[in-house]
């Protein structure tokens, strides 16, 4: 919980460092920042509230411990709807850079499914009211952070792939490009670990609830991950990298594409400009 603290703190100082320095963005991407943001800021809120009723409000109480505080089930809803506006942004930007419709449809697919996942879980686990009756909520448990790895490394796939297809024998497009494809696996390898070393522990160790410290950090990397992509979009356009940007380049498939499509990403769908 402490390090989710943090993490939370570091997405505070990404907002305001977004909304400082993107005021021509569009209202839309602001929207979604304000309320990825505050989805998290509740979920944060909510395991506060956790910590507070067992460690100190309930301190000595060994009656208390054995009952599942309603905040610890309404946060599993919050840390979904992080990851949603997350994903389906990241989703937005495959289509965005290369429609395809038969790579989005998985990924679509893996998204809206640990969404529903979560909400199942938190309907039939706020009939639960103790932690022994917990583990009738492990296949659905287990389920969400399968979806969610699932789901994280199939958008950094389909991002890396796209990205790799968009290469051509310029130096310095090339280079942004290895960049922006070492950034989308570094985004995507923190949430999706997460979810294996939660996945690992309701495995190895399911009668333990050490399995919730990676959980609760999921969200945390989720909004990161958006605010990190969103605020690097000005040190990526590096004069080299904007020189290089001219060039019209062929892809593959002999199709004429432009960097600037890899090297904006969300900038030229971004601002309203």
Not at 76 to 90: H, I, M, P, R
Not at 141 to 169: C, P, Q, W, Y
Not at 225 to 252: F, I, V, W, Y
Request: glycine share 6%.
């Amino acid at each position: 919980m402490v390090l989710a603290a943090v993490l939370w703190g570091i997405s505070c100082v990404q907002t305001w460092f977004y909304f400082d320095n993107y005021r021509r963005d569009k209202l839309w991407i602001k929207i979604l920042v304000f309320a990825t943001w505050s989805s998290d800021t509740i979920h944060q809120i909510l395991i506060t509230h956790a910590l507070y009723h067992y460690t100190i409000r309930h301190f000595g109480n060994r009656q208390a411990l054995e009952n599942v505080v309603w905040s610890m089930y309404v946060e599993v809803l919050f840390n979904a709807l992080t990851g949603f506006l997350v994903q389906s942004y990241f989703a937005y930007r495959i289509w965005s850079f290369r429609p395809n419709i038969w790579v989005l449809i998985p990924i679509v697919a893996l998204i809206l499914g640990e969404l529903a996942t979560s909400i199942a879980y938190v309907a039939k686990g706020t009939h639960l009211p103790t932690f022994t009756l917990l583990g009738e909520l492990k296949a659905l448990s287990m389920s969400v952070n399968v979806l969610a790895a699932a789901g994280d490394v199939a958008i950094t796939t389909a991002i890396v792939v796209f990205l790799e297809r968009a290469k051509s024998g310029f130096t310095w497009s090339n280079h942004i490009i290895n960049r922006l494809m070492l950034f989308s696996i570094n985004t995507g390898l923190l949430t999706s670990l997460c979810a294996c070393m939660s996945l690992l522990f309701i495995l190895a160790i399911p009668n333990t609830l050490i399995y919730f410290a990676f959980y609760f950090m999921i969200g945390r990397f989720y909004i990161n991950s958006l605010l990190a992509t969103l605020n690097s979009r000005k040190s990526m356009r590096t004069p080299a990298s904007t020189e290089a940007e001219s060039h019209s380049l062929q892809d593959r498939n002999g199709r004429s594409t432009n960097l600037g499509s890899a090297l904006r990403g969300a900038d030229q769908h971004s601002q309203g400009t």
